[in-house]
């Protein structure tokens, strides 16, 4: 069955950089892409960007373009998120969810990894 | 931040009709992008519900359904039942700027 599963709670002070790793299973990781989502507290959910498994080209929200890295591991079918000077409202769940391998408009989010939780506090 | 509208509540009665809407614009529904639907549970991650505007994936209950009508979506709940008060996603592509993956505003559901 296929799987995402993601790092665990991290706390981080502002400015500092958090990775969330999300390790894929059960399906062909480099014939798909991967998405990352966040939710802040109580707050709907916001898409950040999207990298290809197969050719690792990415393609980010307006809002994160400077601040975000997305990558891939596709030896161990692990996507990474980075997320570089950190604010206290980066506080979220911050998801990952399997995507196209070539992102379009038909493309849809059908599987999603289980949430990790960054909390920004000095 | 998000583009597409939804009401923030809906609720009704065990065995009702509900509908969310979803209100974008040209730079994304309006311009024929497919929309998605997703459920999120109480404590839990997204679920996809609908995709491709009207398809449901294995396993979701023909009680969902949903369509699209120019610049706005809508998701129907038939026969509703505890289980599905959650909060309702829909989602699209925005070509706007560099072309991404956009979300509603999200609606709560509450079976009464």
């Known amino acids: 069955q296929i799987q995402l599963v993601q790092s665990g709670v991290d706390v981080k002070k502002p400015g500092a950089s958090v990775k969330v790793s999300c390790k894929a299973s059960?399906?062909?990781?480099?014939?798909?892409?991967i998405s990352w989502v966040r939710q802040a507290p109580g707050q709907g959910l916001e898409w950040m960007g999207w990298?290809?498994?197969?050719?690792?080209?990415?393609r980010y929200a307006q809002k994160f373009h400077d601040r975000v890295i997305m990558t891939t591991d596709t030896s161990t079918s692990t996507a990474y998120l980075e997320l570089r000077s950190l604010r206290s409202d980066d506080s979220a769940i911050y998801y990952c969810?399997?995507?196209?391998?070539?992102?379009?408009?038909?493309?849809?989010?059908?599987?999603w990894g289980q949430g990790a939780l960054v909390t920004v506090s000095s | 931040q998000s583009v597409l509208t939804q009401p923030p509540s809906v609720s009704g009665a065990p065995g009702q009709r509900v509908t969310i809407s979803c209100s974008g614009s040209s730079s994304n529904i309006g311009s024929g992008h497919d929309v998605n639907w997703y459920r999120q549970l109480p404590g839990t991650a997204p679920q996809l519900l609908i995709y491709g505007n009207s398809n449901r994936p294995s396993g979701v209950p023909d009680r969902f359904s949903a369509s699209k009508s120019g610049a706005s979506a809508s998701l129907a709940i038939t026969g509703l039942q505890a289980e599905d008060e959650a909060d309702y996603f829909c989602?699209?592509?925005?070509?706007?700027?560099?072309?991404?993956?956009?979300f509603g505003t999200g609606t709560k559901v509450t079976v009464l």
């Open positions: 990298i290809s498994g197969y050719t690792g080209h990415t």
């Open positions: 989602q699209s592509f925005d070509t706007s700027l560099t072309g991404s993956r956009v």
């Open positions: 059960g399906y062909i990781f480099v014939e798909y892409g």
């Open positions: 969810a399997k995507d196209e391998t070539y992102i379009s408009s038909s493309g849809f989010l059908d599987f």
